[in-house]
């Protein structure tokens, strides 16, 4: 029976999604085509490397809404440091570490200072947002980086599958690798859970913590330097706007409790998975734009409906 | 006896947090520039500011008292200050009761995906908000709404006088201060918000009626979220569809500088007043000067925001309070 309900949890998610593209393969035309599945993913790509992170920080029981500016900032950081230095491991690194610290700070502000994680992240919102439009006065910066471009658009068996798809599952394999298989992820879910008895059983909170914020926020550089990389350029003003909001509703949709407790990674990617066929849903029916946002609202509050329907029940 | 003493100033401490911040903030813009931040048109100016920052802020604290959050209050203004501006021109009170009731529908759907369906308040209202974002954009296609000159709302709320200095708004703001830290202390209903906050099971063992205590908060925070709305057409001029960006987070900021808890149930009503000033009169002093661009301004909103909550909780915790204790 626990197991039947288990597979129940990891597979609503899926099982939303699932639903909604064959709805559109009925009705909507051209939808039906693996060019379709292609680009579901590729636009993907970005926002599933965040919400993985905002996974992680949701299950330790906090919740970073610094995201869609830290995105940003490395972003341009990464930029800058290219054009400066015109190496790209030294930029990479460079963006990768301003990411851990930006973690480190968050973290440390969360758990030891106990700053209320909404809170502390927004004032870090704010900060970095500012930021990234003091450093480069408010201006797009150009990505000279023939290596990089091209690395943005491989794809493998003639033009079938995208490098976004390793992308994502790479780091979600490793990461799925590490709440399995290493003790960490089992503090991380003792910690969200109850952060007391965590701390009373011998758990590293402090630590632990700190790790899941760091980890989030470096995997949201790497969605950012994606993201600048693919279009050789990043705008301070429109890079990552709203993708915190998106990771973290990806991640509701996806089953993870919003107050702590087991990660759900596999649902988190459908989750973001399942906006983004909403997005491409308005496009191709030819409904104007705005709608998206009506239609992506509705569907996560039905999305949770469904998810709570048991509580609902009861209470 | 002593000892009491002791508590009740400690205790005074911890509650003016926000007053202090206040007290700071200008101080440091009396530092900065006396003639300028002193003068007649400035003081005018941060007065105005205040209110838009605080009528979100009020009904903000209402919401984080009683254990929630409203992140839909930025697209609720910007809709209400449109329906507000688009329907004045036929009749004053159908305007204004539409849009105070445009407010007490979403503070009504919110509450209830909250309430009823469970939804974690930060998903629930950030739904809306999309939703919310959604219709403005839908109605008004991206464009904005001007007003006539000689539009009531605009005369009187945007830019009316009372006794020839004080804003209208600042003294609507009053007005509204009173009522409701009054309801918060006297009305049973409202009172019920801090015991929601503080502990729900608790509360629901003891017979309060946390649906309609939370519901009731979230449309005392919608509603003023409305006014606003309009308020902030009055003063511009104008109603835009993104009118309100950036609003929310003011005003959460607003609310935690003035040293309400973010767990809910604690903390003084009227933190959240100074706290709506301290930020308006931050952003003023950061106009008034010309030595750093207009980028730094979010990036200095948030460090002062960083470094209360850093004193707060220096304060709060044993080590202060014990040395406190000893110098007393």
């Known amino acids: 029976m626990i197991k039947m309900n288990k597979i129940k949890n990891i597979l609503s998610t899926p099982l939303i999604f699932v639903l909604l593209f064959i709805f559109n393969c009925l009705f909507t035309n051209n939808f039906a085509s693996w060019y379709t599945v292609k680009s579901i993913i590729t636009q993907s790509t970005s926002l599933a490397l965040v919400a993985v992170g905002a996974t992680f920080v949701i299950a330790a029981g906090g919740i970073d809404i610094s995201l869609g500016s830290g995105f940003a900032w490395n972003a341009v950081l990464f930029a800058l440091v290219l054009q400066w230095t015109e190496s790209l491991p030294v930029a990479m690194l460079a963006a990768l570490c301003s990411a851990g610290l930006i973690g480190l700070i968050n973290g440390i502000n969360v758990v030891k200072f106990r700053i209320q994680p909404m809170i502390a992240t927004m004032a870090m919102m704010y900060i970095l947002r500012a930021f990234a439009k003091v450093i480069t006065n408010g201006a797009t910066v150009r990505i000279h980086s023939k290596w990089l471009k091209e690395f943005c658009y491989t794809s493998f068996f003639n033009g079938i599958l995208p490098i976004h798809f390793f992308i994502i599952i790479i780091p979600l394999v490793v990461v799925m690798i590490i709440v399995k298989k290493a003790p960490f992820g089992l503090y991380i879910e003792a910690c969200g859970d109850n952060l007391e008895a965590a701390k009373t059983a011998g758990i590293r909170v402090v630590f632990n913590t700190v790790i899941a914020y760091m980890i989030c926020n470096v995997l949201t550089a790497i969605g950012g330097i994606f993201d600048a990389g693919s279009v050789s350029s990043a705008d301070p003003m429109a890079l990552g706007i709203l993708v915190e909001m998106d990771a973290i509703a990806a991640t509701v949709i996806g089953g993870t409790s919003i107050t702590g407790g087991k990660p759900n990674f596999i649902g988190t990617i459908f989750g973001v998975f399942i906006l983004q066929i909403i997005t491409i849903m308005i496009n191709m029916n030819n409904i104007s734009e705005q709608w998206s946002y009506v239609v992506s609202a509705v569907i996560i509050i039905i999305a949770v409906v469904i998810q709570n329907i048991k509580k609902i029940r009861g209470a | ?328």
Request: glycine share 10%; with cysteine.
């Open chain 2, 1 to 328: 006896m002593k000892n009491e003493i002791k508590h009740s100033l400690l205790g005074k401490i911890n509650i003016s947090s926000g007053l202090i911040a206040l007290i700071a903030v200008i101080l440091v813009g009396i530092l900065f520039n006396p003639a300028l931040f002193l003068s007649y048109q400035n003081i005018q100016n941060i007065l105005r500011q205040t209110v838009t920052n605080a009528l979100l802020a009020y009904g903000m604290a209402f919401v984080i008292i009683c254990g929630s959050i409203d992140l839909s209050v930025a697209t609720t203004l910007g809709l209400s200050g449109y329906i507000a501006m688009s329907l004045l021109p036929y009749s004053f009170p159908m305007a204004f009761i539409v849009t105070m009731l445009f407010g007490v529908v979403v503070g009504a759907m919110n509450g209830y995906l909250i309430a009823k369906i469970n939804f974690p308040p930060m998903i629930a209202t950030y739904s809306m908000q999309l939703l919310i974002k959604g219709i403005i954009l839908v109605i008004t296609n991206g464009i904005t709404l001007k007003p006539q000159a000689d539009n009531l709302i605009v005369k009187y709320f945007g830019h009316g006088m009372v006794l020839g200095f004080l804003p209208l708004g600042f003294v609507v703001l009053v007005v509204l201060y009173s009522i409701c830290s009054y309801s918060l202390k006297n009305v049973p209903l409202i009172r019920n918000i801090y015991a929601v906050g503080g502990n729900e099971e608790a509360a629901k063992m003891m017979g309060v009626n946390v649906f309609k205590t939370k519901i009731t908060a979230h449309i005392i925070c919608s509603v003023l979220a409305c006014l606003a709305g309009v308020n902030v057409a009055a003063r511009t001029g104008a109603a835009t569809a993104g009118a309100g960006d950036g609003y929310d987070m003011l005003a959460i900021a607003s609310v935690v500088i003035g040293g309400i808890s973010m767990s809910g149930g604690r903390g003084k009503f009227s933190g959240c007043m100074y706290g709506a000033m301290v930020v308006a009169i931050l952003s003023n002093i950061f106009k008034l000067q010309n030595f750093l661009n207009a980028y730094w301004e979010r990036a200095i909103i948030g460090m002062v925001l960083l470094a209360v909550l850093l004193t707060q909780v220096i304060i709060n915790q044993d080590g202060l309070k014990n040395r406190l204790k000893k110098h007393i």
